[in-house]
């Protein structure tokens, strides 16, 4: 990840919500409140619903070819 001093310097925690967040440009809250059926590895994307944005329009998020291994990763690491 192209990271800055914030990223190198926060806890292992957040790094992963910093990370989606710099590279597909969603809100915290967006993040935070995403679920794995939201998530769709194949297609390569996140499907937010309206329920979902703060301005109350459903939208579908493409992932980088960075960020799908890390939520490949990340349901590995949770599915365990």
Known sequence: MESGIFYNNAETWPKPIL???YQLGMRL??????????VDLQRGCITL???DTKNGLARVVPLT???CPALADL????SL
Do not use: H, M, P, Y
């Open 19 to 21: 990370f989606i967040a």
């Open 29 to 38: 809250g967006e993040i935070l409140n995403l679920t794995w059926d939201q």
């Open 49 to 51: 619903f309206e329920r």
């Open 65 to 67: 070819v960075s960020v």
């Open 75 to 78: 349901f590995k690491a949770r």
